[in-house]
Antibody
């Protein structure tokens, strides 16, 4: 069965950086686009970024453009999110999710989700 | 302010029916499929409806989706206390080149 396991979250100070990881198993990782979605405490879902199956296409939410970078290592079945210049408003649970398909723009739906990793930005 | 507009909350009695609306525009719902996600407190979201009105395996037929123009609707019949959750609509926005979610709707089964 599809498994997505996020890691790399923690408590950091404003301005710091983190790299979040999402280990995928139970499916052919190289065939699917992948997303990051975040959820601030008590708030709704906010889409962050998507990357195509081969890493050639990426899209970002305006709120993270220029600070966050999505990438993937298909040899390791792992998705990444490099988060730089963290702000208190970036505090959230970060979920990775598998797309329905391989390409991006448009995306049809987010088919499978991980359990999330919590990032807390506080001084 | 979300690109897709949902009511913050809805409520109904057990056994009753409820609908949750999701309003967008021609750049999102009007030209792309809508999906719905169910999220219980403290857990990850789960796909509930895809391609406007299709249910993944394991989702009971009490849950349904529809779309008309620039709006979509999630329907839940035969409400159960176990349906209490947050529900989100989502779709691709072709103008933003981004996936967008509604603000979410909290369902209370009284």
């Amino acid at each position: 069965q599809v498994q997505l396991v996020e890691s790399g979250g923690g408590v950091v100070q404003p301005g710091w950086s983190l790299r979040l990881s999402c280990a995928a198993s139970g499916f052919t990782f190289t065939s699917y686009a992948m997303h990051w979605v975040r959820q601030a405490p008590g708030k709704g879902l906010e889409w962050v970024a998507v990357i195509s199956y081969d890493g050639s296409n990426k899209y970002y939410a305006d709120s993270v453009k220029g600070r966050f970078t999505i990438s993937r290592d298909n040899s390791k079945n792992t998705l990444y999110l490099q988060v730089n210049c963290l702000r208190p408003e970036d505090t959230a649970v970060y979920y990775c999710a598998r797309d329905r398909g391989s390409i991006v723009g448009p995306t049809e739906y987010l088919q499978h989700w991980g359990q999330g990793t919590l990032v807390t930005v506080s001084s | 302010q979300s690109v897709l507009t949902q009511p913050p909350s809805v409520s109904a009695a057990p056994g009753q029916k409820v609908t949750i609306s999701c309003s967008g525009s021609s750049s999102n719902i009007g030209n792309n499929y809508v999906s719905w996600y169910q999220q219980f407190q403290g857990t990850a979201p789960k796909l509930l409806i895809y391609e406007n009105n299709k249910r993944p395996s394991g989702i009971p037929d009490r849950f349904s989706g529809s779309e008309s123009g620039t709006s979509a609707t999630l329907g839940i019949t035969g409400l159960q206390t176990g349906d209490e959750a947050d529900y989100y609509c989502g779709t691709w926005d072709s103008s933003l080149s981004a996936w967008v979610f509604g603000g979410g709707t909290k369902l209370t089964v009284l």
